[in-house]
């Protein structure tokens, strides 16, 4: 099983619709972010997250909500899909700072969503 | 704020051969990382190679390599003997080691990578 793991992997709704985008990780880290990768643009951080009091938000967070449910639970919502929130978005962790830390993120397999 | 540029939207290569993506940045950090990350066409991303701006001798991962010029802002990857399995999208990113909430990844745009047979 992965250690990051996305659900669903791939979605198509409807402009409007309310849609759940979630991540589960085994690894326990403390840090938790949500990305969005569109075709030209890169990965842009939408929140993130270092523990489950802290949440913040990243360069394109309008539009987007989340919800930190505990250390292993990072959750993306989209009150209200519009066409322009589609796009393949990913959830990464990271471990906590320290001597040891390697700075590295650790990535989901990715959700696609698809908004019509 | 950090940005990443990775100048080159698209390369491709020969099998066996050398191809270098490059990669620049803007920071008044002095304390950074540097990554550059594969993404195959299965989108899973995937570090490829790290490098701490405090250490001068550039990384390497066997066929991978990095040249990276701290007063230039210049991070460049080398790729050595290139296999089918290279053909990717590659993102340079940035990350602050300074201390508190800066521990955020800044993406380049990419750079599909196709090595041809």
């Known amino acids: ?116 | 704020a950090q940005t990443v540029t990775q100048s080159q939207p698209e390369m491709s290569v020969q099998e066996a051969e050398t191809v270098t993506l490059s990669c620049t940045y803007d920071t008044s950090e002095n304390n950074y990382y540097l990554f550059w990350y594969k993404q195959p066409p299965s989108r899973q991303m995937i570090l490829v190679i790290r490098q701490e701006a405090y250490k001068q001798q550039n990384a390497t991962e066997n066929r991978f390599s990095v040249n990276f010029q701290k007063a230039a802002k210049s991070f460049s990857l080398k790729i050595s003997d290139s296999q089918l399995g290279d053909t990717a999208m590659y993102f340079c990113a940035f990350m602050k080691r300074s201390g508190g909430s800066n521990y955020k990844l800044t993406f380049g745009k990419g750079t599909l990578l196709t090595v041809n047979p």
């Open chain 1, 1 to 116: 099983d992965a250690d990051v793991t996305q659900t669903p992997r791939n979605r198509i709704t409807k402009t409007g619709k309310r849609i759940m985008l979630e991540c589960s990780q085994t690894k326990g880290h403390d840090r938790m972010y949500w990305y969005r990768q569109d075709p030209g643009l890169g990965l842009r951080l939408i929140y993130y997250s270092f523990d489950v009091k802290d949440i913040n938000k990243g360069e394109i967070s309008d539009g987007y909500s989340v919800s930190r449910q505990a250390q292993a639970k990072f959750s993306l919502s989209l009150e209200s899909a519009i066409p322009n929130q589609t796009a393949l978005y990913f959830c990464a962790t990271s471990d906590p700072g320290g001597p040891n830390w390697t700075g590295e993120l650790f990535f989901g397999e990715g959700s696609r969503l698809t908004v019509l």
